[in-house]
């Protein structure tokens, strides 16, 4: 296991499984055989030759004797062994000096310690050979000697917005399938490059912008570059698939967090001082400086957002993805975000929430009911000085809509009576398709709440789009909520192939595209119809998902009237990004909107998800 700390015991019994069946390259018994006959000469190999000028280790599967380096980080937990660095370095810059030697139990050197290795090269694959991630070199199945203490270290390579290139990788190889393992190293033209040229090496950085708060596996992440793409709140902003961000680093410690706790930090805050340790290669986040010092944290005191309220004529619809939210959560967690819906958001008049959960959260009974689930959260709301919130939504399929197995998540309808009236038109059951009806010469749902085509494809083990028909002040508005299938099995931005795989896209344009057809389906029976949809779209808005929504200008992202730098409601691996979305028909020509950051630059989230928030006149 190479990750510092396993996500989950999930994950834990993933990587267990995976170590077991061989994702160590040249471990099988047959290599191990084969590898011995040639195994280098004493003293013939040094770790530059191991770890060569391209990704992978042009001795893999060869067993070598007695390389020698200075202990520079011992990992005593997870993915046990530690690393070395050879302090007489060649002039190849593209040659790694540093290599991870895994001991599999607790390594038995210190920092510092003169050792001689023996044993078998290979490539680990963090995350698993299908992962898409880059490969580890190392050295396992290792006898080792140690020659002496208390040696210096080799001086930190100094990790800069001046060294690291601003182009981030290389294109991948067509004839190897798009992968730039066989590429050889530019370090001085892609970021990638240059990360992987000291991958295993003592590296250190100075005083760095924290771009992803602290997570719950005691990580963070920090750029090198504060100029590089900056959000207004200190964030670094993903505004293209070419927009990298190539200063980003992920930063964990060396010490168990039992010995030395974890600084908490939010975005913006500065992580100040010298940093230095090894540089790493993680499954949930590519290359990582695993701390043997650690700076200091001097927090920004960032704030938590809070948006206008809505004048007496505008009608305020947002969205908010409350995290898989279920009665067994503590009450906490639903005051929280109660009370964020009441003081951050300012009482919508209709809120479109992702992620509820039925009454018995993820106990895979065959439960599917949330009004449990709906009353304390209402109740939460109330108690918080907000309106008697009334809901509407239709209950799922037992386990048929993805998410964690047994919660059922959905979208549902939440609407203050006194301000806005819910049109309930033959309610129908999860496969009961809505339709377009006119009527009086007016567009109608056939079903409201109803869900849009829940037996197209698209939608297979995914949330179904939920409509429903308010009125506002005597005019109607029609409002889609959902929840488009997530980003899993998509690869990692530092993923061997360049540019990544993204499988998961193909699944989100179908949903998109349904979505934009029955929106046209409305506006073909009323050109002039207030059409919302909105959600957790799991997209960009310059995605492809994002112009199949807006395909033949059916509908317009309202996140593209803010600034580019408040354009985002996720962080993800210290990339601030628009997953959540609002869009609008074009009969709703003027408008305010709000991203309102109240959770994803945040060390103690309520959600991963910031909401959004629409207001306009109909």
Request: glycine share 10%.
């Amino acid at each position: 296991m190479r990750s510092s700390l396993p996500r989950s015991a999930a994950v834990a019994a993933v990587v267990a499984t995976a170590l077991a069946t061989g994702l160590l390259a040249g471990t099988a018994d047959a290599a191990d055989t084969a590898a011995s006959a040639d195994a280098a000469s004493a003293g013939s190999v040094r770790i530059h030759d191991i770890q060569g000028a391209t990704r992978t280790s042009p001795l893999v599967g060869k067993q070598v004797a007695d390389v020698e380096g200075i202990v520079t980080g011992v990992r005593t937990y997870g993915s046990r062994g530690f690393w070395m660095q050879d302090p007489d370095a060649d002039d190849n810059d593209a040659t790694s000096e540093g290599i991870f030697v895994f001991t599999s139990s607790a390594p038995t050197v210190a920092v510092g310690d003169a050792v001689k290795v023996s044993g078998l090269v290979g490539e680990y694959v963090p995350g698993g050979l299908n992962s898409g991630n880059q490969s580890m070199t190392q050295i396992s199945k290792p006898t080792v000697t140690v020659l002496s203490s208390g040696n210096q270290l080799p001086e930190a390579v100094r990790i800069t917005e001046y060294s690291v290139p601003g182009e981030y990788a290389p294109a991948g190889d067509p004839a190897a399938g798009g992968s730039i393992n066989g590429l050889t190293l530019e370090p001085g033209r892609y970021a990638l490059d240059f990360y992987e040229s000291l991958e295993g090496m003592n590296v250190g950085i100075g005083t760095s912008r924290v771009v992803g708060a602290t997570d719950p596996y005691a990580e963070l992440w920090v750029t090198v570059k504060g100029w590089e793409n900056p959000t207004r709140r200190g964030g670094a902003l993903y505004g293209s698939y070419d927009a990298q961000n190539t200063g980003r680093l992920m930063v964990q410690q060396l010490a168990p967090l039992a010995q030395q706790p974890f600084p908490v930090a939010n975005v913006g805050d500065k992580l100040t001082g010298t940093t230095e340790g090894p540089l790493d290669f993680n499954q949930f986040g590519g290359y990582t400086l695993t701390a043997r010092t650690l700076g200091t944290v001097v927090s920004k005191e960032l704030q938590r957002e809070k948006t206008k309220p809505q004048a007496e004529g505008e009608l305020a619809v947002a969205t908010y993805n409350v995290e898989n939210l279920d009665p067994s959560d503590p009450q906490e967690k639903f005051d929280a975000l109660a009370k964020a819906v009441v003081e951050n958001l300012a009482s919508p008049d209709i809120v479109a929430l992702e992620e509820i959960q039925d009454n018995t959260g993820a106990k895979n009974d065959g439960i599917v009911s949330a009004d449990q689930t709906l009353t304390k959260f209402t109740e939460a709301v109330k108690a918080a000085g907000g309106p008697a919130y009334q809901w509407r939504s239709v209950d799922p399929e037992n386990n048929k809509d993805g998410g964690e197995p047994g919660g059922n998540i959905r979208q549902v309808f939440l609407f203050n009576p006194e301000r806005v009236s819910f049109t309930d038109r033959d309610a129908g059951n999860a496969t009961t398709p809505t339709g377009v009806l006119q009527d009086g010469g007016k567009a109608a749902l056939s079903h409201s709440p109803g869900r849009i085509d829940p037996a197209n494809a698209a939608w297979g083990d995914s949330r179904k789009p939920l409509a429903g028909e308010f009125v506002f002040r005597g005019r109607t508005v029609f409002v889609i909520a959902n929840h488009f299938s997530s980003k899993g099995g998509d690869e990692g931005l530092t993923s061997h192939h360049q540019p990544p795989a993204r499988p998961s896209e193909t699944k989100r344009l179908q949903q998109a595209q349904a979505v934009n057809g029955f929106v046209k389906d409305i506006l073909a029976t009323q050109k002039n119809a207030n059409v919302v949809v909105l959600g957790d779209i799991n997209d960009f808005d310059f995605s492809n998902t994002t112009k199949a929504l807006t395909d033949g200008g059916a509908l317009y992202p309202a996140i593209q009237s803010l600034p580019k730098s408040e354009r985002y409601s996720y962080v993800y691996q210290g990339n601030s990004q628009v997953l959540d979305q609002i869009l609008t028909s074009p009969a709703i020509k003027k408008f305010t909107y709000d991203s309102v950051h109240v959770n994803a630059e945040f060390a103690d989230q309520n959600s991963d998800h910031d909401p959004q928030v629409l207001r306009f006149r109909p």
